[in-house]
């Protein structure tokens, strides 16, 4: 079935330091892929996302490049910020199914520090 | 627009007590779903809904059931609650369609003592 896996936490960096935060999906058709961020307290939010192959989806800084070759979806960032602490969840969306699931990670911990 | 709401934000029950929570969206979505996040385990789907008067099991159902009576809410119910149900319980909706975004309300904590 359909799969999320993504790196275990917490991860701790230095303000400005580079992030990667490495997903890689199962999946038996062409999924969307998707980012979501949750910062304390909050809700989930999406971050960014991706709909088909070596599509990049990026926002605030985060980048994503949906890697079908790899079954890839990993999270960057150039230069992290204290505000960017938050949990991070990469998840997948059932797209051969009329369920309309989406398939979540386990979530990593980012903590970024002065 | 509010988005998806939940209430209540934070309720604490003794073991065997009912209660109901209540999501709410008003961006005419036909997708919704109720997850609960516990520590070290990520979101776990509990039921789901794929439009109006129908409901399905998610992965960890068992102690929990749910109505779609209009398309707007999504009602989570506890019939006799457990300390095993203490947990951050999140709302979610979503427009049909691949690649749509799924929008979260901001969590019911609830302590089962």
């Known amino acids: 079935g359909d799969s999320v896996t993504q790196m275990e936490g917490p991860v701790t960096l230095s303000e400005e330091a580079f992030l990667t935060i490495n997903c890689t999906y199962t999946a038996t058709g062409y999924p969307s892929l998707f980012w979501y961020v949750q910062y304390p307290g909050e809700g989930l939010q999406l971050l960014l996302k991706a709909t088909k192959a070596d599509d990049k989806g990026s926002n605030k800084g985060f980048e994503a490049t949906y890697r079908k070759e790899t079954t890839s979806f990993h999270l960057e960032k150039g230069s992290v910020q204290v505000s960017d602490s938050a949990v991070y969840f990469c998840a997948l969306d059932d797209r051969g199914s009329t369920l309309g699931r989406l398939y979540f990670g386990r979530g990593t911990q980012l903590t970024v520090w002065p | 627009n509010a988005g998806v709401t939940q209430t209540p934000k934070f309720r604490v029950l003794k073991t065997g007590q009912s209660m109901t929570l209540l999501c709410a969206q008003d961006m005419n979505h036909e997708y919704m779903y109720w997850y609960r996040q516990d520590p070290g385990m990520g979101l776990r789907l509990i039921h789901y809904s794929v439009g109006e008067g129908t409901t399905a099991k998610g992965e960890v159902p068992d102690g929990y059931n749910v109505s779609r009576l209009k398309k707007q809410n999504f009602l989570l119910g506890l019939e006799s609650a457990a300390p095993s149900q203490t947990s951050v319980y999140f709302c979610?909706?979503?427009?049909?369609?691949?690649?749509?975004?799924?929008?979260f309300g901001p969590g019911t904590r609830l302590t089962v003592l």
């Open positions: 979610a909706s979503r427009a049909a369609g691949a690649g749509n975004e799924q929008f």
